[in-house]
């Protein structure tokens, strides 16, 4: 996963095209980076899973 893929996922959620994405512990951190670079980056939820997965979302209301 390079950083335009992870630019790419990011807007598909932002723009609601895809509801969630699932991020492996092998891709977190490439695409954490990108993730908080944006300015909408506390739109963005991630939920932790089981073996280092997360769950991303895009919410409404920005979190605190």
Do not use: C, W
């Not at 490439?30 to 932790?48: C, I, M, N, P, S």
């Not at 991303?56 to 605190?64: G, H, K, V």
């Amino acid at each position: 996963m390079n950083e335009q893929d992870v630019q790419t996922i990011l807007n598909q959620l932002a723009n609601r095209d895809i509801q969630e994405y699932k991020v492996t512990k092998e891709h977190f951190m490439t695409f954490r980076q990108q993730l908080v670079k944006r300015e909408d980056f506390k739109h963005f939820r991630g939920e932790a899973k089981h073996n280092g997965e997360v769950v991303y979302t895009y919410l409404d209301e920005p979190r605190s």
